[in-house]
Every structure is written in structure tokens, then in C-alpha cells.
């Protein structure tokens, strides 16, 4: 971003560039756990859930393009080195060690629920003085609680499954 697009974000810069990349770590975290979540799931409803989850991967993805994006223009720099997505992220990662259907949809549930609390954070800072981000950050908790309910509706399915015998 050119300097006087800078000078809208003043003295909050760093902090910003700082929980953007946390953020990004986040997503690149989500990004993999869902990727090879769909890889590995089985069970019942796993070809609605694997289409769910690919879904999920390709938004995780764009997310963290749009972070990057912004945290450049901010005059930051992007984590160059995988090895900081563990020591910076706000949720984690659960790895899908058991493969299960519904495991690996709480799994992924837990996550959503994590960004949407951590994206409703960075949206209580930005506000005060950063549009730009503000619109970014409100784009992906849009995703972000879609994705909560989107996989909260298949784990329904998948209980009331076992009832429907
Ligand atoms: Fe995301
Ligand atoms: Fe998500
Ligand atoms: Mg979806």
C-alpha cells in the first residue's frame, strides 16, 4: 500500500500485520487439515462430506491469499517459513489420526468455531481505524460461520442416520 494509505492504520500497523499473520497461520493450518481430511475420511456420508470439506479447503486457501494480500500492503511480510504456522497459530491443528466421519467433523467443527472467535477479535480491533481490513475480515467470518453450519448440518444427518434404522 502506498504511504498514504499506510498512514490510515498509523501506529496500529505492526500490531495489525502481527494478528494477520497469526491468522494466516490459521488458515494454512485449516487449509492442510481439511485437504487431507478429505483424503482419508470413512464412513457413512463420507462422499457428501468429502465434497464439504474440499470446499472448505479451496475458501481456507483464498482466505490466506487475502490475508497475505493485505499484510503486504500494510507493509508487513507474510510468514515466509511453514515452520511459524505451529509456533503462531490462534487454533491449531488436529491432525484426522482417526479417520471416522464423525470425528474428523468435530475436528473440523472445533476449528470453525476457533476462527470464528478469533476473527471476531481482529473485527472488534480494525474497526476502530481500518476499513479495508475491516471488509476483509468481515468476507471471511461470513465464510467462516457458513462453514460451522455447513458441517453442523451433515453431523445432524449423520445422527439422525442412526435413529432411521
Ligand atoms: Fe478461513
Ligand atoms: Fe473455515
Ligand atoms: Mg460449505
Known amino acids: 500500500m502506498g504511504t498514504r494509505g499506510r498512514q490510515l492504520v498509523g501506529d496500529n ?13 490459521d488458515e494454512w493450518l485449516a487449509y492442510y487439515q481439511y485437504w487431507i481430511g478429505a483424503k482419508v475420511v470413512r464412513g457413512p456420508m463420507k462422499g457428501e462430506t468429502i465434497a464439504e470439506l474440499t470446499q ?4 481456507e486457501l483464498r482466505h ?3 490475508l497475505a494480500t493485505r499484510i503486504i500492503q500494510l507493509g508487513g511480510t507474510p510468514i515466509l517459513d511453514p515452520s511459524r504456522w505451529k509456533e503462531l ?3 491449531g491443528y488436529d491432525a484426522p489420526t482417526d479417520p471416522f466421519v464423525k470425528t474428523v467433523l468435530e475436528q473440523n467443527i472445533k476449528g470453525e468455531q ?10 472488534e480491533f480494525v474497526k476502530e481505524f481500518d476499513p479495508i481490513t475491516e471488509q476483509i475480515v468481515v468476507q471471511i467470518l461470513a465464510d467462516e ?3 460451522e453450519d455447513d458441517l453442523q448440518s ?5 445422527e439422525d442416520m442412526k435413529f432411521a434404522q
Open 56 to 59: 472448505h479447503a479451496a475458501d
Open 145 to 147: 460461520v457458513e462453514h
Open 114 to 123: 476457533c476462527a470464528i472467535s478469533t476473527y471476531s477479535k481482529i473485527l
Open 89 to 91: 497459530t490462534n487454533c
Open 13 to 25: 500497523a505492526e500490531k495489525l500485520v502481527d494478528l494477520l499473520n497469526r491468522a494466516l497461520a
Open 154 to 158: 451433515i453431523l445432524e444427518d449423520f
Open 64 to 66: 490466506a491469499e487475502m
